[in-house]
């Protein structure tokens, strides 16, 4: 079993760049395909980014293709996002969760770990 912990959210401005970690432990973050969803206020959680076990799959949702990037580094146990030219449409609640399958899956369903969520607001 794997604890994951999300950090990095906070308050910017449009145009602004900010990266999310999520970092695991109990379990090595390898043996887990990651993802990213997020969660704004009255609206039901979304798929944004997905990075499949050994890193080299990657997939977005549309809205953020091209300003974000999903990656990870499995020696430290940390996902992150990187989230360039954020926009007041980007403010959510980010959640990381961990799959068992061996692809990014854009399916809550599909996960198996959630961390608790970091909050990313951005003011226009």
């Known amino acids: 079993q794997v604890q994951l912990v999300e950090s990095g959210g906070g308050l910017v401005q449009a145009g602004d760049p900010l990266r999310l970690s999520c970092s695991a432990s109990?379990?090595?973050?390898?043996?887990?395909?990651m993802v990213w969803f997020r969660e704004a206020s009255g609206k039901e959680r979304e798929f944004v980014a997905g990075i499949n076990r050994s890193g080299g799959f990657t997939r977005y949702t549309d809205s953020v293709k091209g300003r974000f990037t999903i990656s990870r580094d499995n020696a430290k146990n940390t996902v992150y996002l990187q989230m360039n030219s954020l926009k007041p449409e980007d403010t959510a609640v980010y959640y990381c969760?961990?799959?068992?399958?061996?692809?990014?899956?854009?399916?809550?369903?599909?996960?198996?770990?959630w961390g608790k969520g970091t909050l990313v607001t951005v003011s226009s």
């Open positions: 109990g379990s090595t973050v390898g043996t887990y395909a």
């Open positions: 969760a961990a799959s068992l399958r061996t692809y990014a899956s854009t399916a809550l369903s599909n996960m198996d770990f």
